[in-house]
């Protein structure tokens, strides 16, 4: 199985400041990877597909980049609605597998 | 518009069985591919299994083969889990997700969820 190694697990940022969220695959996953928001009591929202192509509706602020097996999430100009949990996802091979999470908490 | 809405959790005894289902609608059904995902509570995501549009493929987490079957009805648009054999760490809000059949597509649509809670 495809392991996803996400990092921070949490984070702590200011209104404003501008945050990067790291994962790395186990093996590669061609660009095959997603990333998701999901806040309290809520399903996941997608963000970002094939590693740094924005879904429909997303703002700019969200951006994706890769290089080689890993991936980053950078999200800037923190608004109080971005504090959420993070997760990234591939969508290579079945299993599909997760990364652990990022909580982003205000600071 | 785009509709998965997931029912038929509960709480269910340790051994016991749940069938739980997710009725779609607003894109073609049998042109997606249908997957669950589950969440425990306060943990991460763990995808649970997929299937084909026309169902003639399903994949299993290791965590549940055997145990779990995922079947769909496609003149319904509805998406099935049975789970038999449950244990406690199966406790989880349990989402269904669909994925246009594309090659390689990430997941389009989430459902809201359903929670599951093994306990006796």
């Known amino acids: 199985d495809i392991q996803m190694t996400q990092s921070p697990s949490s984070l702590s940022a200011s209104v404003g400041d501008t945050v990067t969220i790291t994962c790395r695959a186990s093996?590669?996953?061609?660009?095959?990877l997603a990333w998701f928001q999901q806040k309290p009591g809520k399903a996941p929202k997608s963000l970002i597909y094939?590693?740094?192509s924005l879904q429909s509706g997303v703002p700019l602020k969200f951006s994706g980049t890769q290089s080689g097996t890993d991936f980053t999430l950078t999200i800037s100009s923190l608004q109080p609605e971005d504090f959420a949990t993070y997760y990234c996802?591939?969508?290579?091979?079945?299993?599909?597998?997760f990364g652990q999470g990022t909580k982003l908490e205000i600071k | 518009e785009v509709q998965l809405v997931e029912s038929g959790g509960g709480l269910v005894q340790p051994g016991g069985s749940l069938r739980l289902s997710c009725a779609a609608a607003?894109?073609?059904?049998?042109?997606?591919?249908m997957s669950w995902v589950r969440q425990a509570p306060g943990k991460g995501l763990e995808w649970v299994s997929a299937?084909?549009?026309?169902?003639?493929?399903?994949y299993y987490a290791d965590s549940v083969k055997g145990r779990f079957t995922i079947s769909r009805d496609n003149s319904k648009t509805t998406l099935f889990l049975q789970m038999n054999s449950l244990r406690a760490e199966d406790t989880a809000v349990y989402y269904c997700?669909?994925?246009?059949?594309?090659?390689?597509?990430?997941?389009?649509?989430w459902g809201q969820g359903t929670l599951v809670t093994v306990s006796s």
């Open positions: 997700a669909a994925r246009e059949e594309r090659g390689y597509s990430p997941f389009d649509y």
């Open positions: 607003g894109f073609t059904f049998n042109t997606y591919a």
């Open positions: 299937i084909s549009g026309s169902a003639t493929s399903t």
């Open positions: 093996q590669g996953i061609s660009n095959y």
């Open positions: 094939d590693a740094s």
């Open positions: 996802q591939q969508y290579n091979h079945y299993p599909y597998t």
